[in-house]
């Protein structure tokens, strides 16, 4: 990941493409360990157990078990300093995370709430 991060830094990240969680996450920088000043560009962060159940639900996973306990992920800098941000969120079931992260305070506790600082960010809602 070291070395990713790395490559990342090598050149401008023309685009970011995200996704958001029922809990606010952005690209997997869940609440608890979101950083908004991280100095990585890349990290391995733990999944909680809300987040692992969201991937059960969406059916990428055959039982709890089974759904990863880590991912790797950009982290919310790396996210920021794309030029242009693509986040795709379905499903009624992030509708909280969605109104949260456009209307709520801009903080980790929804980390996805950054993005309303950045100066090209599209969002596409189902």
């Not at 997997?28 to 639900?57: H, I, M, S, T, Y």
């Not at 982290?75 to 242009?84: F, G, L, Q, S």
Request: proline share 5%; charged share 25%.
């Amino acid at each position: 990941m070291e070395e990713y991060g790395q490559k990342l830094l090598e050149g401008p990240i023309h685009l970011a493409c995200v996704g958001i969680g029922e809990n606010g996450h952005i690209a997997f920088n869940d609440p608890p360990v979101a950083d908004f000043e991280d100095k990585l560009q890349v990290k391995k962060v733990q999944l909680d157990e809300g987040c692992r159940k969201q991937q059960l639900g969406e059916g990428w996973f055959a039982s709890f078990e089974e759904t990863p306990e880590y991912a790797a992920t950009l982290t919310v800098p790396a996210i920021m300093r794309a030029e242009c941000i693509s986040c795709v969120v379905v499903d009624l079931r992030k509708a909280d995370a969605i109104l949260a992260a456009l209307h709520g305070e801009i903080s980790t506790a929804c980390p996805s709430s950054i993005m309303r600082k950045h100066a090209n960010t599209l969002m596409w809602l189902d």
